[in-house]
């Protein structure tokens, strides 16, 4: 059984540390490309995987560094068969990618782990489509389905749990949830908003967690909310609301930008890694539960070292 799968030590409220925007990091800062935003395209030779491994050590460092726990979360965000396809990755192929992307995990887990800095391995999955503007929506029924053999090959890993990250719309959150829980793994839900606070398909952050938990009894371990500045839905959240106390994590975007502006881009908007971390310690006031910290798009190690620094 892996290490923290029946007990995940985030759920006790110290705080943990995860990475940054790890696509966003490996193309601007490192020059490398990575098709379709595919981080596990790496993993297919000898160089990507010693990049990745790289980008690990730098954030498990800073855990170690400071005394808290890491969530060290898998390359495997567009891992699934449709993203395989596109890449022109068997699914066979991808599967074996998958456990190559916890294995590298393993490795750094015993390198750096220790009495202080606990290290949870988290299988991510990602949306079946865009992460920003679905077209396509599947019903709970398809999700389930369609996530069902990543969620199987984590459950036969080390990995302690499954995030799901960048869910757009509850149906999906809700399939993805139940794939993960008939998989027996721990199951953690990210859902992206907009600059309105909404997901893209319009729904309230209220609803979609109210939503999930219903159709799902309360199937989650948490939620978080990733791919979003904190200025986008800060306003959406009130202390106290039995939903905002299902929230413990955040991985936010270093930019302001819309989701739409994000994707036109041709340069990095990196912001102001000292006020984003100071956005993070208002935010505690409102998210009582909240204890794990990492960041998204155009954040690197400096946003989430100054992030930390601002919330212990």
């Known amino acids: 059984m892996p290490t923290y799968r029946r007990n995940l030590p985030q759920l006790s409220g110290d705080l943990f540390l995860t990475d940054g925007g790890i696509e966003t990091t490996l193309i601007f800062h490192e020059g490398l490309t990575l098709p379709f935003f595919a981080a596990v395209n790496l993993l297919k030779d000898d160089a990507g995987t010693a990049a990745l491994r790289k980008y690990f050590r730098t ?9 808290i726990g890491c969530i060290l979360e898998s390359a495997t965000w567009r891992a699934s068969s449709d993203w395989a396809a596109k890449l022109g ?4 192929a991808m599967i074996e990618l998958n456990r190559k992307a916890i294995a590298l995990l393993e490795e750094i887990r015993a390198e750096s782990e220790d009495e ?3 290290m949870v391995i988290s299988g991510c999955i990602g949306p079946r489509g865009d992460g920003y503007n679905p077209q396509v929506l599947m019903s709970e029924a398809e999700a389930e389905r369609y996530h069902a053999t990543q969620a199987q090959t984590f459950r036969d890993t080390e990995a302690d749990m499954v995030t799901a ?15 993960a829980r008939a998989a027996d793994m721990p199951v953690v839900i990210a859902f992206t908003v907009e600059t309105d ?8 952050l209220r609803e979609a967690v ?27 959240l009130t202390a106290g609301e039995p939903w905002v106390d299902r929230i413990r994590g955040l991985r936010t975007n270093a ?12 340069e990095l908007d990196a912001g102001d890694p000292v006020q984003l971390g100071r956005e993070h310690r208002e935010l505690k ?19 989430v070292e100054e992030i930390c620094r601002a919330c212990l």
Request: hydrophobic share 30%; net charge positive; glycine share 12%.
């Open 59 to 67: 954030y498990a460092a800073i855990a170690k560094r400071y005394g």
């Open 197 to 204: 606070g909404r997901l893209p398909g319009g729904q309230t």
């Open 285 to 303: 006031g409102t998210l009582r539960k909240l204890n794990v910290l990492g960041g998204c798009c155009g954040t690197d190690h400096r946003h």
């Open 255 to 266: 930019s302001k930008k819309s989701h739409k502006e994000l994707d036109e881009a041709t």
């Open 210 to 236: 109210e939503q999930v938990d219903a159709a799902t009894a309360q199937g989650p371990a948490y939620y978080m909310i990733n791919c979003a500045h904190p200025t986008h839905f800060a306003g959406s």
């Open 116 to 118: 202080r800095t606990r």
């Open 165 to 179: 990250i960048t869910m757009t719309y509850p149906a999906e959150a809700i399939g993805l949830t139940r794939a």
């Open 89 to 92: 990755i068997s699914t066979a």
